[in-house]
Nanobody
Framework: QVQFVESGGGLVQPGGSLRLSCAAS????????MGWYRQAPGKQRELVARITTGGSANYADSVKGRFTISRDSAKNTVVLQMNSLKPKDTAVYYC????????????WGQGTQVTVPS
C-alpha cells in the first residue's frame, strides 16, 4: 500500500523558513522521481518541486531560488527546504512520486499546512 506522510508545516512570518519532510512507503523509492505539490484554497494542486532518482531538481518558477528539494533514498524521505516564504506560498503541501510531472499515485497523504500571513 502506497503511503506518504508529510510533516513540518506551520505558521511562519513572511521571509521566514520551514523544512518539510515526507516519508514514503509502499513503493521502491529509489526507482521514482519524487515531487512536492501544493494546493491553495480554491486552486488546483500544482507541482512546485521535483527531484529525479539521480538527484537533479526542477522547480516551478514561483519558488525557484527559494525552495530546495532533496531526497534520502536510504530513509525513503524527501525534504523541501523553503526559505524567504511569501503569503502566496500559503497552501497544503503534499508529496508523491512523480512521473513526468504527474503524480505517481492517486493516494495522497494528509498533507501539511503552511501558512504565511500577509
Amino acid at each position: 500500500q502506497v503511503q506518504f506522510v508529510e510533516s513540518g508545516g506551520g505558521l511562519v512570518q513572511p521571509g521566514g523558513s520551514l523544512r518539510l519532510s515526507c516519508a514514503a512507503s509502499g513503493i521502491i523509492f529509489s526507482r521514482y522521481a519524487m515531487g512536492w505539490y501544493r494546493q491553495a484554497p480554491g486552486k488546483q494542486r500544482e507541482l512546485v518541486a521535483r527531484i529525479t532518482t539521480g538527484g537533479s531538481a526542477n522547480y516551478a518558477d514561483s519558488v525557484k531560488g527559494r525552495f530546495t528539494i532533496s531526497r534520502d533514498s536510504a530513509k525513503n524521505t524527501v525534504v523541501l527546504q523553503m526559505n524567504s516564504l511569501k503569503p502566496k506560498d500559503t497552501a497544503v503541501y503534499y508529496c508523491n512520486g512523480d512521473v513526468l510531472g504527474n503524480p505517481l499515485s492517486t493516494t495522497w497523504g494528509q498533507g501539511t499546512q503552511v501558512t504565511v500571513p500577509s
